[in-house]
């Protein structure tokens, strides 16, 4: 504390600075550990060294082993960080846009929305977009999902781009997808029903590379994009009216962001169902560890989302050994104590 | 750069708040102080000059150019409105909210100058011991005092202060005054400040702008417009002034 008397404003400001930029790429290493641990977990368990050899040098370890960490639970592992980063994003801009705390990507019904096109695809085997495979219910969850957000997108340009009208047409719409989703499951026979309810618990084993690079490209093109608009939405989380007095387009700023948040929520959703709680809890924790400057707000939300999720894989097949369990279960199993215990332990900041 | 504002129309819905608003030159280095009861459209008034709301017919005129001609961005970098939102809502230190208000979105470190400017308002303002709390947390007359430092920063080639010191002691409210008074007459600014405390706004202003019913019912000297008729008219209150030995105007008010 005499430090902090004798340092100017400016310089505690730096300091400050510094120590978030730390906090960021400790975020990171923790996410590389996080999958190495997760590589290393399940039926038959490697170390971290094991673990890091097979992937660098897959020629010096056993071909089983390269096949196990390469092929098998690499995919796995790296959409658990990608689907985390990207609902850590998603949340983070969200509670941004509605000045809520208590917002997740799924707020304004995309969840519902994504689950009755999945169960649409799954129960009638319709499908409106053209895709085959495996790839026919996720088309179908992304594109209700993504029709919910050009509603509330049209609703909002009528009405005008405030909050209210984000939230009322949102609720109207969660509950609207909530009762044609209990519609359909209502019809479907037991197996349908049983593949519906699952498909909602969300589960990481229809990862593959194809998604992952999907999700990563969607990643390369929304992270710069929030980048570039951190500062402006660094102003729109102080309020609305001193954004616009800083020369802040509220309302277009608004709608780029619902549009980066359902393009985020959507994938993330039709890759791996519904698995809430990362995007309500890791903007809560980037929030704890350095502020709301957009700047190092969004990596760190994005980093603890994805640290959440790949914790969870791991423990979703360390509870029963050869039983892996929906991913959708245990995020929240895992998060909470976790969290908790963060409020609990970080002290505010003294600045008296 | 003197501001003019030409037959303004405006109003919410039908209902009608200004009609061909008129107000000649307002000219820098003034501090106009603009009055007028609740619901008159002080703070429309305001808004419509910053961009926050549009204007159905006339001009706003800054140096003889169209301000509604200007992308929203370089008209909030001419004019800066400290709106009466209250609170802030982030937790943001105070010494980043004032440096966002001066950096605006340009990428990168921020300069040593940029940190030795805001260090220095903060010290301008008396809030260097707040520089690290979260601005969410301090109080109303705090919270009042960093917004006056984002405006200060900034600055603009117009400054529109809408209600700045309501939430102030009374020492605070001096001291706040002075700066922005000074800092019209140094900077060369507009300066036009809504204000209920008459008294304050007399002690101060350069010139009163009276509103009523959509128009200027009175524009002049402090005392000229407290000495009209309509200004007791328009409050719906009698109003005596004198002044103090050492020449502060004060204002005396009686229900009629």
């Known amino acids: 504390m005499t430090d902090a008397t004798v340092l100017s404003a400016g310089m505690r400001y730096r300091q400050r600075m510094v120590r978030r930029a730390l906090f960021v790429a400790m975020a990171v290493v923790l996410v590389l550990i996080a999958i190495c641990i997760d590589l290393g977990v399940g039926p038959g368990r490697y170390g971290p060294g094991e673990v ?11 071909p089983k082993l390269a096949i196990i960490v390469r092929d098998v639970r690499l995919p796995v592992a790296v959409m658990a960080v990608l689907i985390g980063a990207m609902l850590g994003i998603a949340g983070a801009q969200m509670q941004t846009i509605l000045h809520n705390p208590l917002a997740d990507p799924f707020t304004l019904g995309l969840s519902s929305a994504a689950s009755f096109g999945a169960a649409l695809a799954i129960s009638l085997g319709v499908g409106l977009m053209p895709v085959a495979g495996s790839f026919f219910i996720a088309a179908n969850a992304f594109l209700f999902a993504l029709t919910t957000s050009i509603i509330l997108f049209f609703f909002t340009r009528m009405r005008g781009v405030t909050i209210e009208t984000f939230v009322l047409v949102g609720i109207a719409l969660f509950f609207t997808f909530n009762a044609a989703l209990a519609f359909i499951q209502y019809q479907s026979s037991e197996a349908q029903l049983q593949q519906i309810v699952f498909w909602m618990m969300g589960s990481l084993a229809r990862a593959s590379w194809t998604k992952i690079a999907i999700c990563a490209a969607l990643l390369a093109l929304v992270v710069p994009l929030a980048r570039f608009r951190g500062p402006m939405m660094t102003a729109l989380s102080l309020g609305d009216d001193r954004a616009a007095s800083m020369g802040v387009p509220v309302a277009r700023l608004r709608l780029e962001m619902l549009v980066s948040i359902s393009l985020l929520a959507a994938t993330a959703t039709a890759f791996v169902g519904t698995i809430g709680f990362v995007g309500l809890v890791g903007p809560h924790i980037a929030r704890l560890l350095v502020g709301e400057d957009q700047k190092h707000f969004l990596p760190v939300s994005a980093a603890a989302g994805a640290i959440i999720l790949s914790v969870a894989s791991t423990l979703s097949k360390a509870i029963t050994p050869g039983v892996i369990y929906p991913i959708g279960i245990i995020t929240a199993l895992v998060g909470v104590p976790f969290f908790l215990s963060l409020v609990l332990s970080i002290r505010k900041e003294s600045w008296r | 750069m003197t501001m003019e504002i030409r037959d303004l129309q405006f109003g919410y819905g039908r209902r009608s708040l200004f009609d061909r608003l008129t107000i000649p030159s307002l000219r820098p280095g003034e501090l106009v102080a603009l009055v007028g009861p609740n619901g008159v459209g002080k703070s429309s008034l305001f808004r419509l000059i910053a961009g926050l709301l549009r204007p159905q017919a006339g001009d706003i005129l800054l140096g003889g150019e169209s301000a509604l001609q200007l992308p929203h961005q370089s008209r909030a970098k001419r004019i800066f409105l400290l709106t009466q939102q209250s609170g802030f809502r982030a937790a943001l230190p105070v010494f980043e909210a004032v440096l966002l208000s001066l950096r605006g979105w340009q990428g990168g470190r ?58 102030l002691d009374l020492r605070r409210q001096i001291e706040v005054m002075q700066l922005v008074r000074d800092t019209a007459r140094n900077r060369n600014i507009v300066v036009v400040a809504a204000l209920h405390d008459l008294g304050l706004a007399a002690r101060f202003a350069d010139r009163f702008l009276l509103l009523e019913n959509g128009i200027v019912a009175a524009d002049g000297t402090p005392e000229a417009v407290l000495r009209d008729a309509a200004t007791g008219r328009v409050y719906g209150v009698e109003i005596d002034i004198a002044r103090t030995n050492r020449g502060t105007l004060i204002v005396d008010a009686h229900l009629v």
Request: net charge negative.
């Open chain 1, 52 to 62: 890091i050899r097979a992937l660098l040098f897959p020629d010096t370890v056993e």
């Open chain 2, 110 to 167: 921020a300069t040593h100058a940029d940190v030795a400017r805001v260090e220095n308002m903060l010290d301008a303002l008396g809030i260097s011991s707040l520089s690290d709390a979260p601005a969410n947390e301090l109080s109303g007359g705090q919270q009042q005092l960093v917004a006056m430092a984002q405006a200060l920063v900034r600055d603009p080639q117009v400054l529109l202060l809408d209600e700045p010191t309501s939430a």
